[in-house]
């Protein structure tokens, strides 16, 4: 099995990576959500509103990412059956 961690990938919004101190990083993206209050999911931004999100882990877990048409994917690799 594998696992993988994923920002939203919004136009002309490169995802900001920062360090956190031994051996971390912390990768955000933000932008305007799509997603409505309602029981349909939608597609539709809200641009009234913002919406930040990050993936936190190892410097060598989230050096690279992989690119999709909606997403950066991110490896989570597993130690022992389990994500580190």
Do not use: C
């Amino acid at each position: 099995m594998e696992l993988a961690a994923a920002l939203p990938q919004k136009s002309s919004i490169d995802p900001l990576a920062t360090s956190l101190g031994r051996d971390m990083l912390a990768v955000v993206t933000w932008g305007h959500p799509a997603v409505a209050p309602g029981t349909k999911a939608g597609t539709t931004e809200l641009p009234s509103e913002d919406l930040a999100l990050a993936v936190i882990g190892r410097n060598d877990q989230l050096a690279s990412s992989i690119q999709n048409a909606a997403n950066y994917l991110f490896d989570v690799f597993r130690k022992n059956n389990s994500a580190e």
